[in-house]
Nanobody, 118 residues
Framework: QVQLVESGGGLVQAGGSLRLACAAS???????????MGWYRQAPGQQREFVAS???????KYTDSVKGRFTISRDNAKRMVYLQMNSLKPEDTGVYYC?????????WGQGIQVTVSS
């Protein structure tokens, strides 16, 4: 089993920044088995949606609404994935979930709240 723990969420005013971090631990026997690492979010009353992802080959993807504002990065040696969020908007409010594909299995963190006030 792989455990994912998110940190860095909180309350911020519109235009501000936050940096989310996700630490992977547990039965990680080979970093070469670590596939895509990414972030999803779920706003109140909405379905969970894709935000950003980074492959082991550093191919990055973003949903259109965050392009130019959010940056995803990963540190394989530390088993971490980050999401730098700048120019935050109230519509970015939600619970943010870390997602990791390891050895062909999908793992989720417990989620962390991000609230952007107008």
């Amino acid at each position: 089993q792989v455990q994912l723990v998110e940190s860095g969420g909180g309350l911020v005013q519109a235009g501000g920044s936050l940096r989310l971090a996700c630490a992977a631990s547990g039965s990680i026997f080979s970093i070469r088995l670590m596939g895509v690492m990414g972030w999803y979010r779920q706003a109140p009353g909405q379905q969970r949606e894709f935000v950003a992802s980074a492959t082991s080959g550093d191919s990055l993807k973003y949903t259109d609404s965050v392009k130019g504002r959010f940056t995803i990065s990963r540190d394989n040696a530390k088993r971490m994935v980050y999401l730098q969020m700048n120019s935050l908007k109230p519509e970015d409010t939600g619970v943010y979930y870390c997602n990791v594909l390891y050895a062909g299995r999908n793992y989720w963190g417990q989620g962390i709240q991000v609230t952007v006030s107008s």
